[in-house]
């Protein structure tokens, strides 16, 4: 009889550097979190003073940092540089920490970076400023025309950027500016013959026009042309004042003050997170107010383009977004898009925030902005909740941990006055009935969120907090477990 031919052993294939199974935590000694889970997003949800930042962010974080993770730090509050370099140092990467602030060396031109990135473009770019243009709205007073005159500043940083990019083949906030300050303000000054010398804006998209383009180039230069130097005057002076404020609202703040030389000097050498830097985004909120929010955001959406953009490898480098008070920094509708496609391409957010409500303020309020932010949470498939006396937070997440079928039993006693006779007849005078029944109740009922230990010396030092992640059973065989965290450990 022959014998089958034997299989020859293929060799062990090594593990990849950044393995998706590889444990970045150890929410229980059975419970692990994984790189490949955080890829899919981490949301931490807790009131002031629950540890959310000191026991679980300061867990995740230095799981993250000693496999090698990427990451953009962006700042809430004033010394948090100070300590991220701390837990950088603690997991032997200090020397990767770039402190990204004012007086730094370190400069990012966003919208240059952007608009010559391949898959970048105009409108890639008009994006960035979009998110800038929204976050302006949502901070301002709310008016019954804001989305025509959205649409419009929209329109106006699109052509800007085609004149821009055509004229000198890259784009900068300086250069949108000077454009828009610069467009002709009437018909006859359209048609001067002095224009081009004095008009930026005309002049640029007159020496474009003697540039060889390319057809899709033309095209938008033509579009662009035709805009600035037609429509644009015939808009009523109000319609075109407005339009050009709205723009020049955010261009400007790019012209002088940090932010110039930051994110609009016209050059780049500020250090990749694809390539392993920790990029501490050093403007505090709380400091800078808008001014640091403008940055947060432009860098958070600019970086994640980037880390989405990379090729697909085996051993591709996983990036953190780490944005704590994440309200501050979150466009929803670009976040929720971001967050679908995060984890092919190792792109993990670590969102801290107080409450839903807190969220849905920041979006602007409202159900579209309800829809949204809804969207951008549930695209976070690790949650962790801690303290919390915000009862609408807590009804969605006893909502979100489920049901269970449980029994109940009740009963009653019914004492009637003595009777003699009926005593020495052997009647009873006490009756007792019961029962029982079952239904469906919250596994975690709300209340639950409100008796966490927080932290600090008053509950030795714990942080509790309970953990859903979709599609997972626990060890405990529920779908939400109960963690601490030592604050002692962090």
Known sequence: MMLPPRRRKEPARPPAP???????SWLSPKDELTLGQCCEGVMVFGATGSGKSSG????????????GCGALWLCAKPGEYQHALALARATGRESDVVRFAPGERWTFDVVGEEITAPGGGVESAAQLIDTLLRLAQRNAAGG????????????????SLCVA????????????DQIVASAPQSREAADSPAL????????????????DLTPPERRDLDHAAQFFLSEWVALADK???????????ITSRFV??????????????????????????????????ELGQFFGCLLKQSIARQVLRREVTDDLRPVVIIADEAQLFCDPEQDAMTQTVARQSRLISLALTQSLPTLYSSAGGGDKAKQAMDSWIGNHQTKLVCASGCAETNRFFEAAFGMEWRRSFSGSTNTQGFDLMADMMGQQSVTVSGGWHEQWLPALPAHEFTRL?????????????????????????????????DQRKS
């Open 18 to 24: 950044f393995s998706l199974q590889t444990p970045v």
């Open 144 to 159: 019954g025309d804001e989305p025509f005159w959205a649409a419009l500043a929209s329109r106006i940083i699109r052509m």
């Open 256 to 289: 002088t003050g940090p932010l110039a030389d930051l994110v609009s000097s016209g050059s780049s050498n500020l250090p990749s997170v694809c390539d392993g830097a920790i990029v501490v985004a050093d403007m505090a909120v709380l400091t800078h107010r």
């Open 453 to 485: 230990a927080k932290g600090g010396p008053a509950f030795g030092c714990r942080v509790e907090a309970y953990a859903f992640q979709g599609g997972r059973v626990w060890s405990n065989g529920k779908t939400f477990m109960k963690v601490t965290f």
């Open 165 to 176: 990019r055509a004229a000198t083949g890259t784009a900068s906030m300086g250069l949108v």
């Open 239 to 249: 319609t075109r004042s407005i339009g050009q404020t709205m723009v020049q609202n």
């Open 196 to 211: 081009d010398q004095e008009s930026l804006c005309a002049r640029l998209i007159l020496h474009a026009k003697l540039l």
């Open 56 to 67: 679980i962010a300061d867990t995740i974080i230095p799981g993250l940092l000693r496999l």
